[in-house]
Nanobody
Framework: QVQLVESGGGLVQFGGSLRLSCAAS????????MGWYRQAPGKARELVAT???????YYADSVKGRFTITIDNAKNTVYLQMNSLTPEDTAVYYC?????????WGQGTQVSVSS
């Protein structure tokens, strides 16, 4: 079974930046795509960005121009560079993986943006 380990969350001031990482470990799998979702208190989980193993990306309108998703296929790791953060970006961010044998979620990492 593939496991996802996230890192990089934390507290940042309005306008600041953070970089999230998510590393997939396991054997015999091939990545279809990876992505990031987020869930703010009292709200539904929402898609933030996705990237295929070939590098095709998708961004939610709310983060376009501020967030950048990249993938290192050799390390089975996806990154989310988040710039110009606002309090509306405060949420638990979850990594998601779609691969050969199914899909997996990370444990979540808290991102908090102070005003």
């Amino acid at each position: 079974q593939v496991q996802l380990v996230e890192s990089g969350g934390g507290l940042v001031q309005f306008g600041g930046s953070l970089r999230l990482s998510c590393a997939a470990s396991g054997s015999g799998f091939s990545i279809y795509f990876m992505g990031w979702y987020r869930q703010a208190p009292g709200k539904a989980r929402e898609l933030v960005a996705t990237i295929t193993s070939g590098g095709n990306t998708y961004y939610a309108d709310s983060v376009k121009g501020r967030f950048t998703i990249t993938i290192d296929n050799a390390k089975n790791t996806v990154y989310l560079q988040m710039n110009s953060l606002t309090p509306e970006d405060t949420a638990v961010y979850y990594c998601y993986l779609s691969e050969t044998y199914g899909s997996s979620w990370g444990q979540g990492t808290q991102v908090s943006v102070s005003s």
